[in-house]
């Protein structure tokens, strides 16, 4: 599952971006999206959780974007959101998106290729 990340890029400190990433249906090949997610690093650290959500709804947020991130998701389009707002310096990373998907009778973790965020003051 190739997963197509989008809506990253440069805004100035209390601004505000959107982030989306679909996992792109397969006929041939169907699967279901359980868990749908964000995280992100920084050069030199760990990646970290951002926010991450599964198939019912159910939402766990870093501990440093707590009241100021909304993730969200479309499980018809198969698609996963990041609401970003009253952005800090300290979001500068880049973001990656995360899907566990089941298929063929298991279950797979794959990773988007990553989208830039950058907070200036």
């Known amino acids: 599952v190739h997963l197509v990340e989008s809506g990253g890029g440069a805004v100035q400190v209390g601004g505000s971006l959107r982030l989306s990433c679909v996992a792109p249906?397969?006929?041939?090949?169907?699967?279901?999206?359980?868990?749908m997610g964000w995280y992100r690093q920084v050069a030199g650290k760990q990646r970290e959780l951002v926010a991450e959500?599964?198939?019912?709804?159910?939402?766990n947020y870093g501990e440093s974007v707590k009241g100021r991130f909304t993730i969200s998701r479309d499980n018809a389009e198969n698609t996963v959101y990041l609401q970003m707002t009253s952005l800090k310096p300290e979001d500068t990373a880049v973001y990656y998106c995360?899907?566990?998907?089941?298929?063929?009778?298991?279950?797979?973790?794959?990773w988007g290729q990553g989208t830039q965020v950058t907070v200036s003051s």
């Open positions: 959500i599964t198939r019912r709804g159910v939402i």
């Open positions: 249906k397969s006929p041939g090949s169907p699967f279901n999206v359980n868990a």
């Open positions: 995360n899907v566990v998907i089941t298929r063929w009778g298991g279950e797979y973790n794959y």
